[in-house]
């Protein structure tokens, strides 16, 4: 008889608590799910999903009440006691966690320690993970980090050129983010790229020549982040000590000049607010005063030259990264897109890959086109061309299970 083998993810954000069940005894079905958002505020509301049924609800409440619905929620359709352990994402695992931890009292104040490092998540993530303690007291809890996935990579590419004091006294160095959602995409990518037939491979079907993989993910969604992933191991990332570095994103920057921070201060910005700035007023919102892909492409098409320019940056600076990661790699194998813009905005992707054939990146037009929640090869080059719906929650699981098995 197969046991079941219950797994509750929760990810607690500022104003939002996201939560699955998975049964990983037999396959990997995802049998519940749900988001509580808006928390603390007026307009709160709840989706809780089991099966075919759906509840929305309005919700009023703190994170221990959001807790506390999920909680109910579970108990009445039975789930609750049956769940095995709790996967917790946590953003911020600096370099004292590179691999899924089961949570102790001092794994706790190790994260709240970190909390300088992501002063918008860690403190949040650790009261979910308190307040889930308190519903499960008798389960396993681990911690799953966002940084993990990047702890592979080596010093010249994680170290930054600034004062050696930095690093030894206040942790400054590049740690990454998304990394969930990298090792997840990348991973399914390699398990399709493998059951390919031959001539829709890449330059990784040809194994006598190459017997290892080089795969850039490209993570776009509000946040936007990029991977360099060789044999399995992230060997670089965009995103740094913060998730302010690296692509341009829906509301961040991403790389500028560090010189700029002090001309601003020249003319009068506080750090407060030029750190707003970069944060929520400036990629594509700074440029095109929208930052939702789709309004802009809708924009663009119809004549928006702010909404022309802003996509042409995003793009632009997305493929100098993938130059640069096939420099890291001395070459690229396959390119994977995944969230919202990379999964849904086949345009873009086209774009993206329009200058790259020199690095033998080609879209079929014709495979870019279809629509799907299914992973797919929508490559015609020698460097294939991916598309992987993410799932970060069903990573945070596999972790989970991973760690307590
Ligand atoms: P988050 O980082 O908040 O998880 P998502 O991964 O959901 O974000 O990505 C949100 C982005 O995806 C938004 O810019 C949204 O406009 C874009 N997006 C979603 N669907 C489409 C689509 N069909 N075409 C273009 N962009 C899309």
């Not at 994103?249 to 750090?271: E, F, I, K, N």
């Not at 793009?315 to 396959?334: E, W």
């Not at 054939?357 to 929508?378: C, D, P, W």
Request: aromatic share 6%; proline share 3%; glycine share 10%.
């Amino acid at each position: 008889m197969v046991t079941s083998l219950m797994i509750l993810t929760l990810n607690a954000g500022s104003s939002s608590l996201k939560f699955s069940v998975f049964d990983l005894s037999a396959g990997e079905d995802e049998v519940a799910n749900g988001l509580v958002e808006r928390i603390g505020s007026a307009e709160g509301r709840a989706t809780l999903e089991i099966g075919d049924e759906t509840q929305r609800v309005d919700f009023q409440g703190d994170h221990s009440d959001a807790v506390e619905l999920i909680g109910k929620f579970l108990r009445k359709h039975e789930l609750l006691n049956k769940v095995n352990a709790v996967g917790h994402r946590v953003v911020h695992g600096g370099e004292a966690f590179q691999q899924p931890t089961v949570i102790s009292a001092e794994v706790e104040k190790t994260i709240n320690r970190l909390s300088p490092l992501a002063p918008l998540h860690n403190p949040v993530n650790l009261q979910g993970i308190q307040l889930a303690k308190q519903t499960l007291p008798d389960v396993p809890h681990v911690a799953v980090f966002d940084t993990a996935f990047h702890s592979t990579m080596a010093a010249q590419a994680f170290r930054y050129p600034v004062p050696q004091a930095w690093y030894s006294e206040h942790g400054v160095r590049k740690y990454g983010f998304h990394g969930t959602s990298h090792a997840y995409v990348s991973t399914v990518a390699s398990e399709v790229l493998a059951k390919a037939p031959r001539g829709a491979r890449g330059s990784t079907g040809s194994g006598a020549k190459r017997n290892h993989q080089r795969i850039i993910t490209l993570h776009l969604g509000n946040g936007c982040s990029a991977a360099a992933i060789l044999n399995g191991a992230c060997i670089d990332t965009t995103m740094g000590l913060t998730p302010l570095e690296g692509l341009m994103m829906g509301t961040r920057s991403g790389d500028v000049d560090p010189g700029l921070a002090s001309y601003m201060h020249s003319l009068g910005m506080s750090v407060a607010d030029y750190d707003r700035a970069l944060n929520k007023a400036s990629g594509l919102l700074g440029i095109a005063g929208e930052n939702d892909m789709r309004a802009l492409l809708e924009m663009r098409a119809k004549g928006s030259e702010a909404a022309q320019l802003a996509i042409a940056m995003f793009v632009y600076r997305l493929r100098k990264t993938i130059g640069a990661f096939a420099a890291a790699m001395d070459g690229v194998d396959a390119i994977v897109f995944t969230a919202g813009i990379g999964e849904n905005a086949a345009e873009l992707r086209a774009e993206v890959c329009e200058g790259l054939g020199f690095l033998g990146i080609k879209v079929s037009m014709e495979k870019n086109a279809v629509r799907s929640s299914e992973a797919r090869i929508i490559g015609s080059g020698s460097c294939q061309v991916l598309v992987v719906p993410t799932n970060e929650e069903l990573e945070i699981a596999r972790a989970t299970i991973g760690v307590i098995e």
